[in-house]
């Protein structure tokens, strides 16, 4: 990223010096924002009450439903796009429990998309993949498979974190800790070479061979963090298990003690499944068919309730349509706001919508995305926009202070290609921007885990993101003209240029595989 060469000036005279007569329309969205936010209820009925988002399951239907109804209530048009389908999946209950050679509940839950267990579920022991000399060796050694568990991740050399490790061990300590760890991953990775199959490949072979089930561990490095994705089993269930109750089984097999598990996993496959987005709309009076736009990922991984992903980006997109419609009811411009479906199997839905809806994107004023985290708005790109430093200044500026006095912004910076849903509409050269966010240990802890659930959420930051984004929407809306849609040559890392993104298509069709 390339800094604009007036940054340094900007900033003082964009985020430095706030204009002492304000705006009435901002006075009130700061003052509905602040006395009158409504983040808590909607947190609260969509994480708590509707739960995770997994593309194809019952709760993302219930929360395009939800999000309708809620949208209408405020009085603010809603309604659910059909843009494609997915395969339909319901997560039931897990338990997981060693019988030998002692007795405990372990910790973990089935991967989306798993198999079912047999009704009532089924024991059996665990074994660890085997170190064998090649692939012939392993088609050899697969029949030991039968009637098995089998534990298929890197188990970890230490469940402490970095982080706790730099704080209080020696320096010797740690060092040779992490090139224990270093090598330790350099065999597993050698270790799932020699079976001559690939991460979607090997646990169907197991299964194949008559596992009873598969056993993971994807460790997020951090306390009590796992990281759920999607199994690639078809016929038997596969588990994620914590890093403690994973490395406890693997010394147990290793050393000849022959742990067993009851395993019960139940899950329902519901069908083909229609997906959607959930767009809102408040209608321009003076310029209906321009739009700014408000942008935000519906969908979750289900592995918590997807509260920091993307939970946070969507109460916040509501919230300001919210405060919008009730200080600023007739804006000039169309004002849309698009929960996206499937963005996390590739920003399937806002793809659909841009393919689908080329009239928007050629009349956008800007878009606004949010999706990465609780925290407070902490970056802003221009995303090749040549002149997206004068207009976003100056709509920045009218912001409190106190919101924007960390925002770091780069001009006119780099498209962005991929990563959240931003990119869809940037690719198609329509002015969309990402407010990225504080960490708030983010990748560690909540981003696809199991811990990112409601009670992970800063509600003081999001209040300031909502004040933050309705101000920017509301001065694209009273902007007198179209924003400049002029582009820059990208630069590439190594600083020659490069082409601008390309846009993709969307799978219409998925997880049918």
Not at 299 to 304: F, I, L
Request: hydrophobic share 35%; charged share 25%.
């Amino acid at each position: 990223m390339i800094k604009h060469y007036l940054l340094g000036m900007g900033l003082m005279l964009f985020f430095g010096i706030q204009a002492q007569a304000q705006d009435p329309v901002i006075d009130n969205i700061i003052k509905e924002a602040r006395e009158n936010s409504q983040l808590k209820e909607l947190g609260h009925e969509l994480l708590d009450g509707i739960g995770p988002r997994l593309v194809g399951s019952p709760q993302m239907q219930q929360a395009h439903d939800w999000a309708v109804e809620k949208y209408q209530s405020w009085g603010i048009e809603a309604r659910n796009e059909q843009w494609g389908e997915w395969r339909g999946w319901d997560r039931g209950i897990t338990h997981i429990d060693m019988v030998e050679p002692w007795v405990r509940s372990l910790s973990g839950m089935q991967l989306a998309w798993s198999p079912s267990s047999p009704e009532g579920g089924a024991q059996g022991e665990v074994i660890v993949l085997p170190d064998l000399a090649d692939a012939s060796a392993f088609q050899a050694w697969l029949p030991n498979a039968k009637g098995k568990y089998v534990m298929i991740s890197t188990p970890q050399l230490t469940g402490r974190p970095d982080y706790n490790w730099e704080e209080w061990a020696t320096e010797e300590s740690f060092e040779k800790m992490k090139e224990e760890r270093a090598e330790f991953e350099r065999a597993w990775n050698q270790r799932l070479q020699k079976t001559g199959l690939g991460r979607r490949e090997l646990p169907q072979a197991l299964e194949d061979a008559g596992a009873l089930g598969i056993i993971t561990s994807y460790w997020s490095r951090g306390f009590g963090a796992n990281k759920i994705f999607s199994a690639m089993t078809k016929k038997v269930p596969t588990v994620d298990l914590s890093l403690e109750d994973y490395g406890m089984l693997y010394r147990l097999a290793e050393s000849g003690k022959k742990p067993m598990i009851h395993l019960n996993a139940q899950s329902k496959e519901t069908g083909v499944q229609p997906t959607f987005n959930t767009i809102a709309e408040i209608k321009g009076t003076e310029k209906p068919e321009e739009y700014v736009m408000l942008s935000a990922h519906f969908d979750s991984w289900d592995g918590g309730t997807g509260a920091t992903d993307n939970g946070t980006g969507t109460i916040l997109m509501m919230e300001v349509m919210r405060i919008l419609k009730e200080v600023y009811p007739n804006p000039k411009r169309t004002i849309l706001v698009g929960h996206w479906g499937s963005e996390e199997q590739g920003l399937n839905g806002s793809r659909a919508f841009v393919e689908d809806h080329p009239e928007i994107v050629a009349n956008l004023q800007a878009l606004f995305n949010q999706d990465n985290g609780t925290g407070r708005v902490a970056n802003l790109s221009g995303q090749g926009f040549v002149d997206s430093y004068e207009y976003l200044g100056r709509w920045l500026s009218k912001v409190p202070r106190e919101i924007t006095r960390d925002i770091e912004t780069t001009f006119p910076g780099n498209p962005g290609g991929g990563g959240s849903d931003y990119a869809s509409f940037v690719a198609a050269k329509a002015p969309a921007f990402n407010l990225s966010s504080l960490s708030w240990s983010y990748y560690n802890y909540t981003w696809h885990t199991n811990l990112d659930t409601y009670d992970k959420i800063v509600f003081d930051d999001v209040q300031n993101n909502a004040i933050l984004a309705a101000i920017l929407v509301y001065m694209a809306c009273e902007e007198p003209e179209m924003v400049s849609k002029e582009l820059r040559i990208p630069l590439g890392r190594n600083g020659e240029p490069t082409d601008w993104p390309t846009p993709r298509s969307p799978t219409r069709k998925g997880g049918m595989d």
